[in-house]
């Protein structure tokens, strides 16, 4: 059985912050070969042709598995052992203060105004990195700092995975999350929605309120409340301030005298105005739809059509 190559083997080339990865990778291969020693010292060949063509082919895998960057660091350097004490001392002390920062990042990351997906990419970053150079962080840890990243706003749902029993992969916590996000803003949106709305109600009531007072649901000798009404209802027609209440008809019970407010049937749903009236009330207000409608519309349905 023929042997992998060097290019089968390590696919990642050592760069100034991957050591204790690269380094995982390429001792296999020469401990599969027999060439480890010539890197820690523990070889003992039988004779010095032999051990030195072995030496040259560790340093040439060696060479070949680091970043041009990095390859500029053992330039010169002529054996194995020398190669690999040199990249040791420079990369590996590096590795693990760079593998220090990177987790502290990770433990203070916050979400602050990033969306779920731009924040757990971040967090899925750090992670690879702390995994590239051998530093691997569990699920339940990064799950941890996933969560008191989170804003106030995700609160609830923290207490609701903190809380349950089942256990959670970074897979299942993000899912979690995102769900969380989109019912989050959704909320959020609907709130606004609303405000605005009302708002806009308030604002309308205002206006309708001016218009109330010029289609004049009073009477300016009973109240003082306008005098467009009759102006409406006696089509341009001024009143006259001695006009009585006998001399009207209600608009909903056609029966004379007595106002709106006192008509025994203004309570009644289930009264139905007649249908002259409504034809009345079709005249009156200008309305141009189909005049059938108001054949079916009962006597506070008619009410809601004229003062609203």
């Given amino acids: 059985m023929s042997s992998p190559s060097i290019s089968q083997v390590i696919n990642v080339k050592l760069t100034q912050e991957n050591y204790l990865l690269w380094s995982a990778q390429i001792l296999p291969y020469l401990r599969s070969q027999g060439l480890v020693g010539f890197v820690d010292g523990s070889m003992l060949p ?15 895998l060696i060479n070949s598995s680091v970043t041009e960057e990095v390859l500029s660091t053992v330039v010169g350097i002529t054996t194995a052992r020398e190669a690999w004490d040199t990249l040791e001392r420079q990369f590996a002390s590096t590795s693990r203060a760079r593998a220090m920062q990177i987790r502290m990042e990770l433990s203070t990351i916050q979400k602050k105004d990033m969306t779920i997906a731009d924040y757990f990419r971040k967090v899925k970053r750090l992670r690879d990195t702390l995994a590239a150079i051998g530093k691997r962080v569990e699920d339940e840890e990064l799950i941890a700092y996933m969560l008191q990243g989170l804003g106030p706003d995700y609160d609830p749902f923290v207490t609701s995975i903190t809380t349950r029993t089942d256990v959670y992969t970074v897979s299942d916590v993000y899912a979690h999350m995102l ?9 959020g949106t609907l709130e606004q929605f609303s405000s605005a709305n009302n708002v806009n109600r308030m604002s309308n009531r205002g206006g309708t309120n001016g218009r109330r007072g010029g289609r004049g649901r009073g009477r300016q000798s009973n109240g003082g409340r306008g005098q467009t009404w009759h102006t409406r209802n006696n089509f341009g027609r001024q009143p006259s301030k001695a006009q009585s209440n006998s001399d009207k008809v209600y608009q909903i019970c056609g029966k004379p005298n007595h106002d709106a407010l006192q008509c025994w049937h203004i309570f009644d749903q289930e009264y139905q105005a007649e249908d002259n009236l409504k034809q009345a009330v079709v005249a009156i207000s200008g309305y141009t739809g189909d005049a059938n409608w108001f054949v079916h519309l009962s006597y506070w349905e008619l009410i809601n059509f004229w003062f609203i």
Avoid: F, G, I, K
Wanted: net charge positive; proline share 4%; no cysteine.
């Fill in 179 to 187: 769900s969380y996000e989109m019912r989050h803003l959704r909320n």
């Fill in 46 to 60: 039988p004779n010095q042709r032999l051990r030195l063509s072995q030496d040259q082919l560790v340093l040439s």
